[in-house]
């Protein structure tokens, strides 16, 4: 009688981890397919602007894609052109308009991203972008204050001077 008893429990036991198991499988297949259509618009995006780039003559070669929405959305190729130079090449989403610009007639994504920290000291920042403000290559920089509240400043590309600070939204 016990040895019935024993294995009712252990087939009780064996179901509950099973289930568990079933469990946390769905979930992370859930979570998988999320993740994955989330970013499926900026992936596309990606694949779509950088051959547009690449067929336009701009590059010959993508290294980096940045995305930035803010008065208009830009999407920016990072690559090398014919003579083997980094340059930018900045999309306006709608128009295709492309404006392309020489990595090394500017400031660098780096440079921005210190010259941000140095001065706001942001708890975190959560995007950096390049796109047109006024005809002229500016990087769009999105943070976080130590404060909790959102920070929007636009730098200059060929210089590095802050042309457009919206802070504490």
Do not use: C
């Not at 019935?4 to 079933?22: C, D, M, P, Y």
């Not at 204050?145 to 636009?154: C, E, S, Y």
């Amino acid at each position: 009688m016990e040895m019935r008893a024993i294995r009712r429990r252990q087939h009780k036991n064996r179901r509950w981890i099973i289930g568990i198991l079933l469990a946390l499988i769905g979930i992370f297949v859930v979570g998988y397919s999320i993740i994955g259509t989330a970013l499926r618009p900026i992936n596309q995006a990606n694949r779509e602007y950088s051959a547009l780039a690449i067929k336009k003559k701009q590059v010959v070669s993508v290294n980096t894609f940045y995305w930035n929405s803010r008065d208009h959305t830009y999407y920016t190729v990072v690559g090398i052109n014919k003579k083997h130079q980094p340059v930018a090449v900045i999309i306006e989403k709608h128009t295709k308009k492309m404006q392309t610009v020489k990595l090394a007639d500017g400031i660098s994504y780096e440079a921005v991203k210190k010259q941000i920290k140095t001065k706001y000291q942001p708890k975190r920042i959560t995007n950096i972008g390049m796109a047109i403000y006024k005809t002229v290559p500016v990087w769009e920089v999105t943070f976080i204050d130590q404060n909790g509240n959102l920070n929007f400043i636009t730098v200059q590309f060929s210089n590095g001077n802050e042309v457009r600070t919206i802070q504490n939204l």
